[in-house]
């Protein structure tokens, strides 16, 4: 069995004339059985690098919203 664990994120950039674009990156660490270290090694790692472009929402984003609890 591979195990693997995912940390990343996204920082907006601009918002202009309510599109929104932004970048992001992640890098992701696996843990890999004994029979498959000859190929892939002790620790692989992987990432990429993104960037997201999102077209005007019809009725607006949430934006630095909090959700109420019950």
């Excluded at 664990?5 to 918002?15: D, E, H, N, Q, Y």
């Excluded at 992640?26 to 059985?33: H, L, N, Q, R």
Aim: aromatic letters at 12%.
């Amino acid at each position: 069995m591979v195990s693997a664990f995912t940390l990343g994120g996204l920082r907006t950039l601009a918002r202009p004339r309510a599109w929104d674009l932004g970048a992001g990156a992640d890098v992701t660490f696996y843990v890999v059985p004994d029979s498959l270290r000859p190929y892939y090694g002790s620790s692989p790692v992987s990432f990429h690098v993104f960037f997201r472009i999102r077209p005007p929402a019809p009725m607006g984003r949430m934006v630095d919203t909090t959700m109420a609890g019950r």
